[in-house]
């Protein structure tokens, strides 16, 4: 196996300066008072090795490292400790218009940035034109990229990025610029270099793009590399540790406790309790609740999301017809889903019970428990939907 990249002991410190602009009588009375400039981690102690033509998703918080991590790699930014090795050319783009003059124009800082990559100018002049059409900004390259809005930096600087052909390609949210029609464009240029063998770190915070695109994935939180593995698996780490710990991931109870939901149980479909379901098999949910009083006509619901947070079913017993009569005491409810059509990855289950009108929750478990399915077949996308297929000759 071929590593094109490998990282030992990666670490970035960054001097804090205080409040305001620096200035020599601040500076000289921090040298008599003793005191140090206080020191910021944004990397520290980070070691991996990337194989070649390998696509790997960079995700975690803002601050959390993610950008210090792809500029020491492109060797933009000088590591406070630890090393990267390389093997092949890279191309990057870490930040928006970086590298660009912006007094020169699009044309002259396509040469520019070519030659900062260390390609001949006559290569970059004879991929001029697919990098202007790439770009779409044939109508406006000979201007001064200080009047380019930042939808036309991105596409200038990832058309530089992708048609110089690099060995490994670094994007850092290239995809949170620029309109529909550009991000198509931008993945279709990434799937083919995929195809191709192309070694590619990939930071978004677009999850789903993560799950779908990459081959592994890096969580970075607070500067430290802290798992490393399936898209699946890191986002879902990801999502029920670090976002729910800091309240960003919409995790919650409530309701009026008229009834409460006393425990939620999830079952395959022998009976079992188990949180590894099998695609194609069923799920079997039991609801166990307690009505404070009596209640008449309470409808149950339950909803499943994706890993990162993409709503992909939900249904209640008024939705399918099925009437509760009244409740009062304990009791259960069951709902079973067979076949289960959901594909291999991590999932979150909510469940609820609430007024036939809605206007009453009595009690909401949001995102309550979470869930695995398994496919023995590798089957592409998110859902497992019945198809048959036929074959018939055509006569001649």
């Known amino acids: ?103 020169m124009s699009g044309r002259e800082n396509v040469i520019l940035n070519a030659s900062i990559l260390g390609i001949p100018r006559e290569d970059v002049v004879r991929k001029m034109d697919k990098i202007i059409d790439f770009a779409d900004l044939r109508d406006f390259i000979d201007m001064p990229v200080k009047h380019y809005s930042s939808g036309m930096y991105v596409r200038l600087g990832f058309a530089v990025a992708v048609e110089t052909d690099p060995d490994i390609l670094l994007t850092d949210e290239v995809l949170a610029v620029g309109d529909v029609a550009f991000q198509n464009k931008c993945m279709e240029r990434l799937h083919d270099f995929k195809r191709r063998g192309k070694t590619m770190l990939f930071v978004s915070h677009a999850l789903e793009t993560v799950h779908q695109f990459c081959d592994e994935a890096f969580l970075i939180l607070d500067g430290r590399l802290v798992e490393r593995g399936s898209p699946s698996d890191v986002i879902f780490s990801y999502l029920k540790g670090y976002m729910l710990r800091i309240g960003k991931l919409h995790v919650e109870e409530f309701g009026t406790r008229q009834i409460t939901i006393d425990d939620v149980v999830i079952q395959d479909q022998s009976g079992t309790e188990t949180t590894e379901l099998k695609a194609g098999e069923a799920l079997v949910v039991d609801i166990h609740y307690t009505a404070h009083e009596r209640i008449e006509t309470p409808v149950f619901g339950f909803g499943i999301k994706s890993a990162n947070g993409i709503h992909i079913f939900g249904s209640n017993t008024q939705c399918e017809a099925y009437t509760v009569p009244e409740v009062h005491g304990k009791g259960r409810v069951r709902v079973r889903v067979e076949p289960l059509q959901l594909r291999e990855g991590n999932f979150f289950l909510s469940v609820a019970c609430h007024s036939p009108d809605h206007k009453v929750q009595y009690h909401r478990l949001e995102d309550w428990l979470a869930f695995s399915v398994v496919d023995d077949v590798d089957r592409a996308g998110m859902l497992l939907l019945n198809n048959q297929w036929e074959w018939q000759p055509e006569s001649g």
Do not use: C
């Open 1 to 103: 196996m071929t590593i094109a990249i490998e990282v030992h002991g990666l670490s970035k410190a960054y001097r804090k300066q205080g409040v305001g602009v620096p200035t020599l009588y601040k500076t000289l009375a921090r040298i008599l008072q003793g005191r140090e400039l206080e020191e910021f981690w944004a990397l520290r102690d980070v070691s991996f090795e990337v194989p070649k033509g390998a696509t790997i998703g960079v995700i975690g918080p803002n601050g959390s490292g993610k950008s210090s991590l792809l500029g020491l790699i492109a060797g933009t930014i000088t590591p406070s400790a630890g090393r990267v090795h390389t093997v092949g050319r890279i191309s990057s783009l870490l930040e928006l218009g970086a590298g660009f003059h912006p007094e």
